[in-house]
């Protein structure tokens, strides 16, 4: 009978140092957890910085709540890795959690951010919305502010700048009501962006310099680089290569500086697109080639793609189609892999324009509708313009013009209702071809003219000179008639 009792006694010890065992497992693992969320919180945050776009987080990185712990470290997850839909999922798992007001903000703050990245934009309009509202009625001022700015990048995507302008200046009013330095600069910086897509690179100019300032203000180097870098690329369509450069140059040498691999990721591709204009392909090659061992090397696929993109354009610039095509294939596997609409919309687009060039309109018209149903799908108006200008082109090799100015028309249509000048420039431009080779040399006079003075205006000097060569031609034309 004694012995039996040492037995209970020896069981009862060992399931009581199983329990400890058991209870501190479960602390340590619980502290592994959060430790672990901190850091892909991090790793979410810097990937969304580099994208330009402002996450609001609240107390996520400091919630304890096992359950929670885990659904975040879940989507986080989910969300690094591009697998869209697991990441919104978890993401309304942890909102049905939410503790308060200021929570289920940071929360619809993911989801939008990751609806707008599976090409879902219209989503991830409403999911801003559902936010801005909630905000508002908590008078959560850096979450509304958070909000806007994100819905203004939403409807600058979906080709509604004077709304994208709207949001962002309300973004701004709040920073500066609140006394918020940094938000100011970001709302500066995307209403610069704004201007740019409006083909009004002066105004554009005015702002990113606005941003910059404050950056220096507030001792924000890696705000002084974005701006820095934007600026350059506004030189850049203004037709001033080499002040482009300058500036990109500034900006890596700040991301150097900085250790901000993605930065000098961004400014090597930058470079390497200024070099191409500036018709030193080999130089361009190594800054991309560059950009790719960087992206390769922290795991940025986003990044990679436009590199291989952006690889795919000099070779094709070389006279190397084939090996431009390999170069744009291995984009859109990755565009797939990540599932970028956008970015599957536009290798399409430069498949479609290795086809042509190889002779093949067939084809290239084959990409070139794909392309387009994709931007039709996402709700992206300039890359539908710029397929449609490319599709008129491959009818005007085929030997149908009236085809080819439909599409032309369609293209200008399209950046006469979403504001971009130096698109309708282009697609002016493109009509007064077709109807230059049509004899039809008054009419394309008329377009050439009318292309001329926007470009004038937005003060795209390579391009206007183009005009004048094609105005020249055509005005001998009319005098031989």
Known sequence: MGSFWVIIGIIAAVTGILSFLWLIWSILRKKKDRKELKEVIR???QEEKAKGTPVYLDGLPEVTKPRKVGLLLEAFRAKLEYRHADAIAKFRECYDLASDDSERCALLNL?????????????????FLQMIKIAEQADIKEALSFALGNIGLV???LGEPEKALEYHGKAMKIDEKIGNLEGQAAALGNIGLVYKTLGEPHKALEFHQKALEINKQIGRLEGQANQLGNIGLVYYDLGEPRKALEYHQLALKINEQIRRLEGQAIQLGNIGNVYRTLGEPQKALGYHQRALEIDEKIGYLEGQAQDLGNIGLVYQTLGEPQKALEFYERSLKIAEKIGSLEGQAAELGNIGLVYDTLGEPRKALEFYERSLKLAEQIGNPEVQA???????????????PQKALEYHKKALEIHKKVGGLEG???????????????GQFKEALSYFQ????????????HKVADCDRNIALVKKKLEKQ
């Open 43 to 45: 790793e979410v945050i």
């Open 111 to 127: 989801i939008g951010l990751s609806q707008r990245r599976s090409g879902v934009t219209r989503y991830a309009e409403q999911t």
């Open 155 to 157: 409807y600058q995507g």
């Open 386 to 400: 710029s397929v449609l200008g490319n599709i008129g082109l491959v009818y005007l090799h085929l030997g149908k």
């Open 424 to 438: 309708k420039a282009n697609d002016l431009n493109n009509i007064g071809i077709v109807y230059g080779d049509q």
């Open 450 to 461: 009318r292309a001329r003075e926007i470009f004038l205006k937005i003060g795209a000097k």
